[in-house]
């Protein structure tokens, strides 16, 4: 099989200290937590920024290169920022597509709308259409976000227009509330749609965190682990870290016989730069 690529969504915008007393709010803390995934084995980091005060996911250019100019600085790490703006709010899209003036080698591209975080997470056709655009002009790769068999449906129709460039990268979205569950089933039922040429890495939201990672792992995918889609280490018992989740998936991997990717084994994978 091919070597295992492990990406850490270290924030998101949903998760607060209430409930995540370590999850990290100011870009020092994100960056912070991105050099641990780092460390620990992961060869992607999926960047989220917060306001520093609030904690609320906000999308702010100076933010992002707050976070992204260290990261360059001192890593190798493929980043990939997201253009998701935030479930429930209408930010205009130049908002949401405001990290694309940083180039990053991946953004991702939520390839249509769901009921997500109490709201509807809104991509409509015409934002998918510009955000496309964007990033084929920016040399950005989309990480294509499906959180239901339709997303997949349209990321290929968008394709065959030309709207997206082959060879097309997945990132299956799988166990929250609204979209399609998070079992094995879902996931087969899922790669069926995919092109020969196609990458593809998969999320366990909450309990399907683990689970998803294992799939992933023996169906020769990626897995992507973080405090962004699962608090929990163990049932009951919160992470400490982002890190923690990467050591797991890294001690897994070596007693499975995949080897885990480096950050240039994963532009290669994903044919980053192309």
């Given at each position: ?7 850490a ?10 409930i995540v007393?370590n999850i990290?709010?100011?870009?020092e803390e994100?960056?912070q937590?991105?050099l641990?995934?780092?460390e620990?084995?992961?060869a992607?980091v999926h ?8 904690g609320k ?9 707050q976070?992204?100019?260290?990261l360059?600085?001192?890593?190798d ?10 479930a429930?709010?209408?930010?205009p899209?130049e ?10 080698e991946l ?6 709308s769901?009921n997500l975080g109490?709201g509807?997470?809104?991509n409509p056709?015409d934002f998918?259409?510009v955000a496309?655009?964007k990033?084929i002009?920016?040399g950005v790769?989309?990480e ?7 997303m997949i449906?349209?990321a ?8 997206l460039?082959?060879?097309l990268h997945?990132q ?5 509330p ?7 089933q879902t ?21 399907g ?8 792992m023996?169906m020769g ?9 699962n608090?929990?280490y163990s049932r009951g018992?919160?992470?400490d870290?982002?890190a923690?989740?990467?050591e ?5 991997a ?9 950050p240039e084994?994963?532009r290669e ?6």
């Amino acid at each position: 099989m091919e070597k295992v690529i492990i990406t850490a969504a270290v924030t998101g915008s949903r998760n607060m200290r209430d409930i995540v007393p370590n999850i990290p709010y100011t870009p020092e803390e994100i960056t912070q937590a991105c050099l641990e995934s780092y460390e620990a084995g992961a060869a992607i980091v999926h960047i989220h920024v917060r306001d520093p005060e609030t904690g609320k996911g906000i999308q702010d250019l100076e933010l992002y290169r707050q976070v992204v100019e260290p990261l360059r600085e001192k890593t190798d790490l493929v980043l990939c920022l997201t253009t998701s703006g935030i479930a429930g709010r209408n930010l205009p899209y130049e908002h949401r597509l405001v990290p694309l003036e940083l180039k990053p080698e991946l953004a991702s591209f939520d390839a249509g709308s769901i009921n997500l975080g109490g709201g509807v997470f809104s991509n409509p056709p015409d934002f998918l259409d510009v955000a496309a655009e964007k990033m084929i002009e920016a040399g950005v790769k989309p990480e294509i976000e499906v959180f239901d068999t339709g997303m997949i449906v349209t990321a290929l129709r968008m394709r065959d227009q030309g709207k997206l460039l082959d060879p097309l990268h997945f990132q299956f979205v799988l166990g929250t509330p609204w979209g399609a569950p998070a079992t094995p089933q879902t996931l087969l039922h899922m790669l069926e749609f995919l092109p020969s040429d196609a990458t593809w890495s998969v999320i366990g939201i909450g309990k399907g965190h683990l689970p998803m990672s294992m799939m992933g792992m023996i169906m020769g995918g990626h897995i992507r682990v973080g405090l962004e889609d699962n608090i929990y280490y163990s049932r009951g018992v919160l992470a400490d870290n982002n890190a923690q989740f990467v050591e797991r998936i890294v001690s897994l991997a070596r007693e499975y016989g995949r080897e885990v990717a480096t950050p240039e084994d994963a532009r290669e994978l994903l044919r980053l730069g192309n």
